[in-house]
């Protein structure tokens, strides 16, 4: 399967929905719900958390009660609605895909429909789950839209809006119900690595913090950080011309401005594109996205690429086509040219000089908050493992944990030296006068291994020698 | 707030277009300094809870910031960088033909130059990533202090994914950048220039100042602080920062 960037997550989730909701709401208002729920962020004035919940996508375990809690009719397309939230994958980050669906739905929506379900969908409208986009982005695109339009394809309701409005709503949803799961079933089935990264969603909520707020906004940063993932595995794919941008949403009015990252393999696809059709000049984006047959390159980012590339090339020929100018310059230039041709490289290298320095900095820095946060990490799980284990021990004896307490952090302090001396093996001397520079500072209790809990003192030595390389 | 100081610093000292497009640090500071003061959750505080939300998503919007950025310049940096490589082949192509006239020079000159700011760029660039990552981190770890919130931990390994901060591609294009200056430039001056041009001063807002005034930030920041711990960075240490030092920041000759 294609490792499709983060960014594409969200163009076909907003694709999906479209099309749904285009299906949907032509018939019943329930399909509605979904975008509705959406778009009851900008519309309802009254709840505070509507703006606050905008971006997130929460757990939807702890979201459900407030959902059922409402009456009549509305419970019902709530427990629906949760139903279908859990499951589906109606949820998008930027704004301005809500925008471009609202524009689409409020078209196609009935009016009674609309304003019941924005009144009672105040507190489900944050069901969406993460997940949903995760699926979409390995699988085709267009087969589940299909699906969806398939499945939305009821009849047309062709009682009068306003009496059939929630008797057409329930009946179809328990059916959307169960083609949901169905959906849902096959879309997990589809990839591993969908399945895991699920998981790992699930896991997120589980680890966080109790308390809504603070657990949604990191579903919500999952969501948006799980993306990347794909766009830093695709520069590593080897010359394939791997689309790296997100499938454009179809039925959309305003152009997308989602953000593609670009490579030099693409570029190069792009340089040979121009090339055949006659240069930078005369090349139109239209012209390029067709040559180059990338998957989910849109005209739009075509478009400013060319831009981009049409001013870099010619910026620097004025000054190489204009020899006139040159010559005069350059006869000025001829008296002083050779001490002052030196000079100038001499400032070069300087300059080089320096900036190789930087970036040989930044890269060590780099690798050390790296290494850092990967230790972080791996005191994290013991301190959890050991909280598990640690109830047990409480129950036994108490007095046992001191020991190991203390044990513990004097292995646990070196540690982080040696890490640190073992990622800069390649530039002896100055590591080690940073080395001996760090011991002093070390030797105060870092507050974050009191917070560790304690271990038997075997643990230790198997993560120092895991740090050892 | 001796970090916001010094990202200040930074972002004064960067490139002008790059300024505005730094993390917000102080903005995250005044919002995390609102939620410690508002009454915590479990009394109920609709303040407190709609501070924390706004720090969430003041969060979220500065990496999408970032992350635009960060790619945007990067784009740049894959179009120039072929630019740059068709230019060379070009002057080898015709260094081959014509004798090294007076063209020859000054356009070898110009892409010496070209090349070498370009470099110096992209350092720029991950520099750029580097610090917002810094400052992140930071604001993250006050967070999780202040707040007791578990926040930190899962949120930086998000970060860790952004675009912005994988910067592989970047030092790839820096490397190659290296090697060709490497084989465009004759063999080095001696050690002995190297005393002279200790004196050479640089311009206002030149790459080479950002550069400059870059390293010496890395190196105050990671100085060393009261809350030292085993998630800071160990102290930074140039050998030559006497020679970085001895290069002013403000100066009356310009590199041209």
Redesign the interface.
Known sequence: MEARPALSIQRSGTQQLNNCGASGALSTSFPVLPSALEEKYPNLPDS?QVP??R??RPCTSTVVSPISSSSGVVGHMFSSSSGLSTDLHFSSVSQQEKHSRQSLFISQSTSCGTSMLFQQASHSGVLHSTASSQYTKENNDTSWCTDSLDFLDYPINQNNPLDSCNTGEILPSEDLNKRNWEWADQLISDDDALTSSWNELIA?TN???P?L??E???Q???F???Q??A??QL??SSGETCPVVPPTPSGSGAPTKQ??????EL??AF?EAVNKLGGSERATPKGVLKLMKVEGLTIYHVKS?LQ??RT??YK?EP??GS?EK??A??DD??SL?LKS??E?????????E??????E???I??N???R??E???YL?MMFEKQCKSGLDLLKGSSSNLENPLTDLTEP??KS?DKS?LGVSEGND??MD???E??KS??N?V????EATATDTPNSPPPKRAKLDE | MKFGKRLKQQIQESLPGWRDKFLSYKDLKQLLNLISSAPPVLSGSVEYVRAESEFVVLLNKEIDKLNSFFMEKEEDFIIRHKELQQRIQRMIAKSGSEASGIDYKAEMRKIRKDIVDFHGEMVLLINYSNVNYTGLAKILKKYDKRTGGLLRLPFIQKVLQQPFFTTDLISKLIKECEITIDSLFPAPAEKKARGEIEAITVAGEGIFRNTVAALLTMQEIRRGSSTYSHFSLPPLNLPDTDVIKSVQLSSPIPIP
Request: hydrophobic share 30%; aromatic share 2%; proline share 8%.
């Open positions: 505070q606050v919940e971006q997130f997120e680890v966080t913090d308390g707020k603070v949604v906004p990191q919500s940063t999952t948006s950080i799980q990347p993932q766009s830093q520069p590593a953000r593609m990252r670009w490579t030099p570029h190069e340089v690429h981009k590339y870099a090339r620097p000054s190489e020899s040159k010559h310059l350059i230039l001829s040219d041709g030196i100038i490289t001499e400032a070069l290298r300087l300059q080089m320096v900036q190789k320095r930087l970036h900095q930044l890269e820095q780099r050390l908050q790296l850092i946060e230790q972080g990490r994290q646990v302090l982080p640190n001397h100055k006068e940073v080395g520079k760090q500072p070390e105060e870092p507050e974050n291994l």
